[in-house]
């Protein structure tokens, strides 16, 4: 199974230092673009972001970043 290509552009997200956030690889999460568990069966798991520093950061939309979930522009080539 492939994941669902949700968007084609980043999410930027406002991170805070020292928390933890669980990023969506599946792309079915209805709370975009972090996991809230509809991977259950399809083999995807979420991807654990811990913010070193509290900043914007740029999680992937298109789900096929090979940047742990942030945006390396593989968006502008689907």
Do not use: R, W
């Not at 199974?1 to 084609?8: E, G, L, R, T, Y």
């Not at 805070?16 to 999460?29: A, D, I, M, N």
């Not at 913010?51 to 740029?58: M, N, Q």
């Amino acid at each position: 199974m492939k994941a669902k290509i949700v968007q084609k552009s980043p999410f930027p997200v406002e991170v805070e230092s020292g928390k933890t956030y669980f990023y969506c690889t599946c792309g079915l999460s209805e709370n975009q673009p972090f996991c809230n568990g509809s991977h259950k069966g399809t083999g995807f798991s979420p991807l654990k972001f811990e913010a070193k520093e509290s900043k914007k950061v740029y999680f992937c939309g298109c789900k096929n970043s090979s940047n742990n979930g942030l945006c390396d522009g593989t968006h502008s080539s689907l």
